[in-house]
């Protein structure tokens, strides 16, 4: 079992969505975490994007973060010159606000894993040369 887990918006939205073509993954692969999962609020606002045409999965997201299950300990107002620099090294691909947030909690964090349905994680670095451990259905 895998414990803490940083999660990112795509399989938030697959685990809460029976209609996504991710459903069956996030659902087996949420199973296999033991502790709470950790975000930042950008995923959260990617995610109800992403829910937009399904406000009762909008309100499941909601209700996982007043119940603990899903938890925000980053703060965009103290990280946001790293994130900005994230960013910038990034900018090719372009990183998104969301992506940059959750590299720089995988730092802070230290040794957790990153659940993602984004191939360009592959690809981000903590600390600009560490490779990210992910959960993904991608090689």
């Known amino acids: 079992m895998i414990r803490w887990v940083i ?3 795509g399989p938030l939205t697959a685990l809460l969505d029976a209609g996504d073509a991710w459903h069956p ?3 087996a692969r949420f199973k296999e975490i033991a502790g709470p999962l950790v975000t930042v609020e950008a995923v959260i606002a990617e995610a109800c994007f ?3 045409r399904n406000p009762g999965a909008q309100e499941d997201l909601l209700q996982m973060v007043a119940d603990g299950l899903l938890r925000i300990p980053f703060s965009l107002e103290n990280e946001v010159e790293s994130v900005r620099q994230l960013r ?3 900018r090719d691909l372009p990183m998104s606000l969301a992506d940059a947030c959750l590299v720089r909690l995988a730092e ?3 040794d957790h894993h990153v659940c993602t ?3 360009d994680f592959r690809i981000y670095r903590k600390y600009g040369r560490t490779p990210i451990p992910l959960i993904s259905p991608h090689p």
């Open 7 to 9: 999660v990112d918006a």
């Open 25 to 27: 993954w996030a659902v």
């Open 50 to 52: 992403l829910l937009r």
């Open 88 to 90: 910038a090294k990034y």
């Open 108 to 110: 802070v964090l230290g």
């Open 117 to 119: 349905l984004d191939s």
